[in-house]
């Protein structure tokens, strides 16, 4: 019986060993199960040339007055799609995602013929109580194949058509969820 006990008593001792590297080093500070605040705004001072909140460099350009809205639900929309629970604001301990808009531009044309494109542009920042863990930075405006043949891949990818602001934010937030947060399949992604 003293044998069992111990054996029993080193099995358990294992286990939780193992619990805890998995704890200490396999698990990253946002579970797919888990809930993620929100916040979503638009840079206050249009002539920044830095974010705020990361201090990388911005282009600001023209913001639509309904941007915050659109991106916020885009966003929302992009968490439900991957399982990850989320909630307007922050809370203590809770880590969140904080998209800054710099740059929210709708396409003056059609789906085929632009006069201007669409651009957008935004840093999504991974935060947990006020401390920056990781930054993804999106700009984008959509080019004319004729100005660059190397976009060929998004053009068609994007139905070979001109796409609206909101699109694009949809394609940004998507890559950048992709880079800062835990998918369903358990792995992270990396900095930008």
């Avoid at 199960?33 to 002539?47: A, C, H, M, N, P």
């Avoid at 966003?75 to 604001?89: E, F």
């Avoid at 998004?154 to 139905?159: E, M, P, T, Y």
Wanted: charged letters at 25%.
């Amino acid at each position: 019986m003293v044998k069992q006990i111990s054996r029993s008593k080193k099995i358990l001792l294992t286990l939780i060993f193992g619990i805890a590297l998995v704890l200490a080093f396999g698990i990253p500070d946002v579970y797919s199960f888990g809930d993620l605040g929100t916040i979503v705004e638009r840079i206050q001072d249009e002539s920044a040339i830095r974010c705020p909140i990361c201090g990388r460099a911005v282009n600001p350009g023209i913001i639509h007055t309904d941007a915050a809205a659109i991106v916020k639900e885009k966003l929302k929309t992009a968490l439900t799609d991957r399982d990850i629970g989320y909630s307007d604001g922050t809370k203590q301990g809770q880590p969140y995602i904080h998209i800054l808009i710099y740059r929210f531009q709708e396409r003056k044309g059609g789906n085929f013929a632009a006069e201007k494109p669409a651009s957008v542009a935004f840093h999504m920042h991974l935060m947990k109580d006020g401390v920056l863990g990781r930054v993804f930075a999106y700009s984008e405006e959509q080019k004319a194949l004729t100005q660059n043949i190397f976009t060929m891949g998004k053009f068609l990818k994007r139905g070979a058509k001109w796409v609206t602001a909101d699109e694009l934010a949809e394609e940004g937030i998507n890559a950048g969820l992709d880079e800062l947060v835990v998918d369903a399949k358990g792995t992270s992604g990396t900095e930008e």
